[in-house]
């Protein structure tokens, strides 16, 4: 298991920009899989992007594409989440998460949660 802790979530405006962080600890980072979900109120929490452990494979939910980076520092044992051109509906908390050796967009596949930053956009 590694430890995960999110920050950087705040309230924003439509239209701005905003990069979430996630440090681990307890084992290196370099050795998992890492996420990002998201819940909004009232809906399930959903997947919002993934990077692989080298940063070579990266997958995003569609309407995020374009939009959203994920990157991540194996250095600094840190992933992030950068978040341009923000919509109210990309209000939610925001869940850092990372899998041992599975990789998707499955929940299930992440057995390490942090446990949430918000985001709020506001227009």
């Known amino acids: 298991q590694v430890q995960l802790a999110e920050s950087g979530g705040r309230l924003v405006q439509i239209g701005d920009s905003l990069r979430l962080s996630c440090a681990a600890s307890?084992?290196?980072?370099?050795?998992?899989?890492m996420a990002w979900f998201r819940q909004a109120p009232g809906k399930e929490r959903e997947f919002v992007g993934s990077i692989s452990r080298t940063g070579g494979e990266i997958s995003y939910l569609d309407s995020v594409k374009g939009r959203f980076t994920i990157a991540r520092d194996n250095a600094k044992n840190t992933v992030y989440l950068q978040m341009n051109s923000l919509k109210p509906e990309d209000t939610a908390v925001y869940y850092c998460a990372a899998a041992y050796r599975a990789t998707g967009r499955s929940e299930r596949l992440y057995t390490s949660w942090g446990q949430g930053t918000q985001v709020t956009v506001s227009s």
């Open positions: 307890g084992r290196p980072m370099s050795s998992f899989n």
